[in-house]
């Protein structure tokens, strides 16, 4: 199937853009002057920075952060408070491997803590374009070792980039596209983040294991995983993925959101190729897909979603058909239904009604209702233009049920003992799959002859 290739999503505009309530003053090569008049510190004014620096230590960061948009000159001294060593030492807590506090409260507490400091950043640069406000940020955060992406010797036990990924979406909220492009452009300069995903989805699945880790957690805790608005979610992954061809959108978005080993954290390229899989592997890609086609992201059309799924259900290779069916159906009623539909309006019968098979196996297993199954191929029929054609498709049908019934039959009697045994259950369940479709099929049709 044809991709097609964006190279220019996440180019920053020529035009200049700066916030309606910035001022043209405010745009100079230093964080602020230190000549401005301290009269706007009212009572504040008799006492030495110095000591202003002490009350700081004793107000939270939330309550700084309310300070910080007393006046200019208050946010000038709050700045500078937090570039000093007492400050930034309070403010960039880094216990993000406290082995000694219950993990669900250190994880809360040390998120919460990066939400409010998300705040003061955002509100005592406030006045700053984007630019400025990112090379300052960049430049307190770059103490921390476990906010880079390779900064951490164990990515799996640290909260870093979560913590980071916090402050960030704390810090962008309300932001428009084109400042939020600034920001996935700086960060991608910053990280090299291109260079490490063409690496990746040029190499040979799992010849860059520690990489692709590290390209998920980074996608994931930092861009992906804070925000409450699936608008917001749905950008910035369109983010990471446009720029690239379809094919390689498809590898990046398994990389991201497909299975991974629970002991190391890295990617299973063969889980789905192998052999059946379970809900838990697949609900992360159902997610992400859901989420480009359900939040109407100008850049993705369903035929580019759709085209999508095609290409991941070749990664590394083929899928296994009943992989694929339960990828559709965790997707929902109409990705699943266009997806089908987009197989038949291009003659791919034979394999829509193997496809349908699979439906029905994946149904049975889970104790979906199979009447579901019935009423997609019904509705596909309606796609189809002649009766010719729709008879053929449902002979198709029928004849997969029993071809593949047959496959299943011929791997039990081949199998050794372990395979005979999962291969039995398997063909159990077809058989039970077959007998439900088909009950579904004889209601729908006594129903029909009655009205």
């Known amino acids: 199937m044809a991709s097609r290739v964006n190279t220019s999503f996440t180019l920053i505009p020529n035009q200049k853009y ?185 190499s040979k699945p799992g010849n860059a294991r520690k990489l692709e880790l590290r390209i998920r957690l980074f996608c994931r805790n930092v861009l992906l995983d804070h925000w409450t608005q699936r608008s917001d979610s749905a950008f910035w992954l369109t983010c990471i993925l446009k720029p690239w061809p379809m094919v390689n959108q498809a590898r990046l978005l398994y990389i991201i959101f497909g299975p991974i080993s629970p002991q190391d954290g890295q990617v299973v390229w063969q889980k789905m190729i192998e052999e059946p899989t379970d809900e838990s592997s697949l609900k992360g890609l159902a997610d992400a897909i859901n989420l480009l086609y359900d939040t109407g992201i100008k850049e993705w059309t369903a035929d580019d979603v759709i085209s999508l799924i095609d290409e991941l259900s070749v990664v590394p290779r083929e899928w296994l058909l009943e992989n694929n069916a339960r990828l559709l159906i965790l997707c929902g009623n109409d990705i699943c239904f266009t997806f089908m539909a987009s197989k038949a309006v291009n003659g791919r019968a034979t394999e829509l009604a193997r496809l349908i098979v699979f439906l029905a196996l994946v149904c049975e297993k889970e104790l979906y209702c199979m009447d579901w199954t019935v009423k997609i191929m019904q509705r596909l029929c309606k796609v189809f233009n002649t009766s010719v054609d729709k008879h053929n498709f449902l002979q198709n049908v029928a004849n997969a049920f029993a071809c593949i019934i047959m496959e299943m039959l011929q791997s039990v009697m081949s199998g050794d003992h372990d395979e005979e045994d999962r291969n039995f259950l398997n063909l159990f369940h077809l058989v039970h799959a077959q007998a439900n479709f088909h009950k579904e099929v004889l209601y729908l049709t006594v129903d029909s002859a009655s009205t």
Not at 75 to 94: D, E, F, P
Not at 106 to 130: M, N, V, W
Not at 144 to 166: E, R, T
């Open 18 to 202: 700066r916030r309606s309530n910035r001022r043209s003053s405010c745009v100079s090569s230093t964080l602020y002057s230190d000549s401005q008049p301290l009269s706007t510190l009212g009572n504040f004014k008799a006492l030495p920075l110095e000591i202003f620096q002490i009350i700081l230590r004793y107000l939270s960061v939330k309550d700084i952060s309310i300070l910080s948009m007393v006046s200019k000159t208050f946010s000038q001294h709050i700045v500078n408070y937090i570039s000093t060593a007492s400050g930034s030492k309070r403010l960039l807590l880094q216990d993000f491997h406290n082995p000694e506090l219950p993990g669900e409260r250190q994880d809360s507490a040390i998120l919460e803590h990066y939400r409010s400091l998300g705040l003061l950043f955002k509100r005592c640069t406030l006045l700053l374009p984007t630019k400025e406000r990112l090379k300052y940020i960049h430049k307190i955060l770059a103490e921390v070792s476990c906010f880079k992406f390779n900064g951490c010797a164990a990515p799996m036990q640290c909260l870093g980039l979560s913590c980071y990924g916090m402050f960030l979406q704390i810090l962008t909220a309300g932001w428009d596209e084109l400042e939020c492009h600034r920001v996935f452009n700086f960060l991608c300069e910053l990280t090299s983040l291109s260079r490490k995903v063409q690496t990746t989805v040029f």
